[in-house]
């Protein structure tokens, strides 16, 4: 399970603002509207109890600091409980927390306890990378290539899929891949089939995942995949632009899903 470290959440929000900038460049739209129109909702002044949890791995510096720093960037009220596991999530129900969101190693949640919705941050962040890079201004088809069909990169082709792309799928586990194929229609992508894309999702823990050959002369790589898969010399060499955050849009993600 890769777990964020501590130095993944240095300067966070300059990380988010430098992301929106290319976010509204390449897609014409801010991530609040897109997080709006992927799931149809909007904050109501939601108040969002957030409980540090040290099971597994244990308390992840700044993590629920974090998590209350976006919660109000996005214009709710966070507040981080002085309790951890069972004890924090007690206090934040009797603090009328609407939204409870926590962490243990495996899985990371929002839960509105008023409509009873309750989402994932794999599933969420998938399906808002997916959703940027769908959303690239100077797409040349409706192809797009998935890199990593896991937790968070099955959930993105996904939601490729059923928005009608024409998705390309490649994972080294062969199972994931089958599945996709099975389950989703998507076409596994050979990596010496010389087809380049201009919409890439990089949802993988390695990096350099991205070779030459995948990309189009105008691209758009959409990765909240840590380590960065694409390497700095392709970066360069073409126009690619690149949407790449360790937390906060998947984040936000979690909490249009739930509104
Ligand atoms: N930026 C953010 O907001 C978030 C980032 N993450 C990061 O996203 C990445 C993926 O997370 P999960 O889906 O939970 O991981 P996972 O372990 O469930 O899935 C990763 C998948 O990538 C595949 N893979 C590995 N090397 C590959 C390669 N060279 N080409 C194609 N596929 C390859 C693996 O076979 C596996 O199926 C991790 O680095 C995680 O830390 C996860 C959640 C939020
Ligand atoms: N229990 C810890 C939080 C553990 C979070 C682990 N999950 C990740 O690192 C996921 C979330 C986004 C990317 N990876 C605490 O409460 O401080
Ligand atoms: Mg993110």
Not at 79 to 94: K, L, P, W
Request: aromatic letters at 8%.
């Amino acid at each position: 399970m890769a777990l964020l470290t501590p130095e993944d959440l240095e300067n966070l929000l300059d990380k988010l603002e430098y992301n929106e900038k290319v976010i509204k460049k390449v897609t014409g739209f801010e991530i609040k509207q897109i997080c709006e129109e992927t799931y149809g909702t909007f904050p109501d002044s939601e108040v969002v109890g957030i409980v540090p949890v040290t099971s597994g791995n244990g308390i992840i510096d700044n993590f629920t600091a974090s998590l209350a720093a976006i919660v109000n960037h996005f214009g709710l009220k966070g507040f981080v409980t002085e309790h951890t596991d069972i004890s924090g999530y007690n206090e934040a129900v009797s603090r009328r927390a609407d939204i409870i969101m926590m962490a243990d190693d495996h899985i990371f949640i929002a839960h509105n306890l008023k409509n009873g919705k309750i989402s994932t941050n794999h599933e969420c962040t998938g399906i808002i990378y997916s959703e940027i890079a769908a959303r690239y201004l100077h797409a040349d088809s409706t192809d797009i290539l998935v890199i990593g069909l896991g937790r968070v990169g099955y959930a993105g082709a996904s939601h490729l899929a059923k928005k009608g792309f024409n998705v390309y799928a490649c994972d080294p586990n062969i199972e994931f891949l089958e599945k996709a194929v099975k389950e989703l229609g998507v076409k596994p992508y050979e990596r010496n089939s010389g087809k380049k894309f201009s919409m890439i999702m990089e949802a993988t823990p390695c990096k350099d995942t991205i070779s030459e050959g995948m990309v189009s002369d105008r691209c758009l790589v959409s990765t909240p995949g840590i380590p960065c898969g694409l390497p700095e010399n392709i970066g360069k060499k073409y126009k690619v632009d690149m949407v790449m955050e360790p937390l906060v849009i998947g984040v936000a993600s979690m909490l249009y899903s739930v509104f």
